[in-house]
C-alpha cells in the first residue's frame, strides 16, 4: 500500500452558528487538544496543518473538493449531528463509495464524497460516519449542555476508531 495512505482524516463538519450542528467541529477541536495540537481557530480549517498520521479538518459543510484531499489517506471519519432520529446518542456507521441523497438539498452526503474519489481516482479509504445527537439548532453559538456532554465520548469513539479500523487499513 501507498505509504501516504497509512494515514486517518477526521473532517469534522457542521455549521457552528447553528448551536449543535457545530458538533463536528467542536470535535474535531477536542481529538486536536488530546493529539497535544492547538484547537482550530474559528477561521482556520485545517488543511494547512496536513501531514500527520492523523490529520483533522473542519467544514461547513461537505464538497466535491474534498475529494482531492480524501485520496491520500487509508481511513477517513465524518464527524456531524444528527436531529435525534436515530436512537443512539452517537452513532457510528461504516459507508460504502456509493451516490446517496443527501440529508438536506444543499450539501453532499459522505458516501457521494467517497463515491466521487473511487471514480476520479480509482480508490476511496474506509470512511466512517460518526453523528452525534443534537438538541439545539437555532441560531447562535456554543453547544447545548447535552450535545457538550457527548464531545469526550465522541472522541473516545474516535480513537477506539483509529485502533479497530487503523490496523485493518494499513495491513
Keep these: 500500500m501507498n505509504e501516504q495512505r497509512k494515514r486517518m482524516l477526521i473532517a469534522g463538519f457542521g455549521n457552528v452558528f447553528r448551536r449543535d450542528d457545530g458538533v463536528g467541529p467542536a470535535v474535531v477541536n ?3 487538544v488530546r493529539l497535544g495540537r492547538a484547537p482550530l481557530g474559528p477561521l482556520d480549517d ?4 496536513l501531514g500527520h498520521t492523523v490529520d483533522t479538518v ?18 477517513l471519519i465524518f ?3 444528527h436531529v435525534g432520529n436515530l436512537p443512539e446518542d452517537i452513532r457510528v456507521e461504516m459507508l460504502d463509495a456509493t451516490y446517496t441523497q443527501p440529508f438536506v438539498s ?3 452526503h459522505p458516501s457521494t464524497v467517497l463515491a466521487l474519489a473511487q471514480q476520479m481516482y480509482g480508490y476511496a479509504p474506509r470512511a466512517v460516519l460518526l453523528s452525534i445527537r443534537g438538541y439545539d439548532f437555532d441560531f ?15 472522541v473516545a469513539h474516535i480513537q477506539a476508531l483509529e485502533g479497530e479500523l487503523g490496523a485493518q487499513s494499513v495491513a
Design 30 to 32: 477536542a481529538l486536536r
Design 46 to 49: 485545517g488543511f494547512d496543518d
Design 58 to 75: 473542519v467544514l461547513h459543510q461537505l464538497v466535491p473538493e474534498l475529494v482531492e484531499t480524501i485520496k491520500d489517506y487509508s481511513l
Design 79 to 81: 464527524v456531524d449531528a
Design 106 to 108: 444543499h450539501q453532499i
Design 140 to 154: 447562535g453559538e456554543g453547544l447545548s449542555a447535552q450535545t457538550a456532554a457527548l464531545v469526550s465520548p465522541a
